[in-house]
């Protein structure tokens, strides 16, 4: 019998025992291509000896100083170098431990912001239906996914959904992408003016779609004009690169491709690397200034912020992204990675759409191609899917809820940005095999 208390009562999982670049091994010697780096975390691959270093190093000399008392070089160290490669306009850090800490300290951090500026009858948030946030009440409650929220609505913070920017299901065929991206930012105005503006905190928002819908991209455009709606009505854009950050889709944040400044943004997954718990939510400095000047303290805090060792790992993890050019690889390996999914699904009777950035790719899985009917729930392609490629030896992260958050089945893949041409072609191959 297990203690751990499982995700899934009756799964019986394979015990991890050993990590190496790309793969990962477990109890009893199988070993299994880590085709979605965990949960787009791993983007380093297993074992990397620079990071084990700097976290040894760290331990060494400091393991823990409280930052409600002591600020540590390990902690100033990352933030500058993040502030450093944020977004335009971005620059303060503060230091969380996980996706969901980072969602929260944002919705946390933006209504207090409202409350310093004198707003404090905004306290609504617009979110997107296909989305997720974190599994915390707050960010559950701005998360899009039918399922997860079903059971906790009656206790959650609720934010309304507008729809995606979903181009495969949603752009009709007389309409130019950037009419189509144009139409769906619209509904943010819309629901602004259902809700009335001057009651709204903030729009939130993936800007590749991760695990709810399999790396969907918005089309050009389609950011821009969000931002022109939240200028327009003074609301905060918050947008959640947990799972798309850290270079997984080939630029160091994601919404570098999209031409578009957030006020706030969130990061994880991909800065620890897998070596170490880690978040962070980034704001401007108006906002971080509007705090400073007020009440001069944020109302929020965990005993974890900051860790030395979790930002000593981080801090090494983001030196290898940038100037160890593993994001420039995160874009050309990911074009690689494309290549070699249309060549092998892209006449697939059942894969409907193959999408997605730099190594952060999804497939979605059809019964239809020319209706694109999803198929049937009770058939459970993805949780057979995850079964079938791990008897394969491979991870992949094939989820159900693609439409509207409920129904549809994809994989996401994020291998990490070290593989090389042939561990692409073996995670292909495997999934095909799987498939
Ligand atoms: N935001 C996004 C976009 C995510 O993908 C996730 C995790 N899948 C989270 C937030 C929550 O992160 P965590 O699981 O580290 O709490």
């Known amino acids: 019998m297990t203690h751990v208390f499982p995700r899934h009562a009756k799964a019986k999982l394979p015990v991890a025992v050993r990590g190496d670049g790309v793969y990962l091994f477990d109890s009893e010697g199988n070993s299994y291509l880590d085709g979605s780096g965990g949960a787009a975390v791993s983007c380093l691959g297993h074992n990397d000896p620079d990071i084990i270093v700097a976290i040894k190093n760290q331990v060494d000399s400091l393991d823990f100083a409280h930052t409600g008392f002591m600020t540590s070089e390990a902690a100033e160290a990352l933030a500058t170098r993040l502030a450093l490669h944020a977004p335009e306009g971005i620059?303060?850090?503060?230091?969380?431990?996980?996706?969901?800490?980072?969602?929260?300290?944002?919705?946390?951090?933006?209504?207090?912001?409202?409350?310093?500026?004198g707003q404090s009858q905004r306290t609504r948030f617009i979110a997107r239906r296909?989305?997720?946030?974190?599994?915390?009440?707050g960010a559950l409650g701005t998360g899009g996914n039918i399922w997860r929220r079903d059971p906790f609505d009656p206790i959650m913070v609720s934010a309304s959904h507008i729809a995606p920017c979903y181009e495969y299901r949603d752009r009709t065929s007389v309409e130019t992408a950037e009419d189509y991206g144009n139409r769906v930012a619209n509904e943010l105005e819309?629901?602004?003016?259902?809700?009335?503006?001057?009651?709204?905190?903030?729009?939130?928002?993936?800007?590749?779609?991760?695990?709810?819908?399999?790396?969907?991209?918005?089309?050009?455009?389609?950011?821009?004009?969000?931002?022109?709606?939240?200028?327009?009505?003074?609301?905060?854009?918050?947008?959640?690169?947990?799972?798309?950050?850290?270079?997984?889709?080939?630029?160091?944040?994601?919404?570098?491709?999209?031409?578009?400044?957030?006020?706030?943004?969130?990061?994880?997954?991909?800065?620890?690397a897998g070596y170490q718990p880690i978040g962070a939510m980034l704001c401007s400095q108006d906002i971080y200034d509007a705090i400073a000047e007020g009440s001069g303290f944020f109302q929020h805090g965990h005993t974890y912020l900051g860790h030395p060792v979790a930002c000593a790992a981080a801090n090494a993890v983001v030196k290898k992204l940038i100037e160890g050019g593993l994001t420039a690889r995160s874009d050309k390996m990911g074009q690689y990675l494309e290549r070699a999914l249309f060549d092998t699904f892209g006449q697939h009777p059942h894969v409907g759409d193959i999408r997605g950035r730099g190594m952060f790719r999804g497939l979605e899985f059809v019964a239809d191609r020319d209706t694109k009917a999803p198929f049937d729930p009770e058939k459970q392609l993805a949780a057979r899917l995850k079964r079938k490629a791990m008897e394969n030896g491979l991870i992949c992260y094939p989820m159900s809820g693609t439409i509207d958050g409920q129904y549809g089945d994809h994989v996401l893949l994020a291998p990490p940005f070290i593989a090389t041409e042939l561990q692409l072609d073996e995670l292909v191959d495997k999934l095909s095999k799987s498939l």
């Open 190 to 272: 819309a629901e602004l003016l259902r809700l009335g503006p001057e009651n709204v905190i903030g729009f939130l928002a993936e800007p590749v779609v991760g695990a709810t819908a399999g790396a969907v991209p918005p089309v050009a455009g389609y950011f821009r004009r969000i931002r022109e709606i939240c200028d327009k009505y003074e609301v905060l854009l918050i947008l959640d690169e947990v799972m798309c950050g850290m270079g997984r889709t080939g630029t160091f944040f994601a919404c570098e491709q999209d031409g578009v400044r957030p006020d706030i943004v969130t990061i994880a997954k991909g800065l620890g």
């Open 91 to 117: 620059d303060r850090v503060y230091l969380v431990s996980g996706g969901s800490e980072a969602v929260e300290a944002a919705l946390k951090l933006a209504r207090q912001y409202m409350i310093e500026i």
């Open 130 to 137: 296909q989305s997720y946030h974190g599994n915390t009440l």
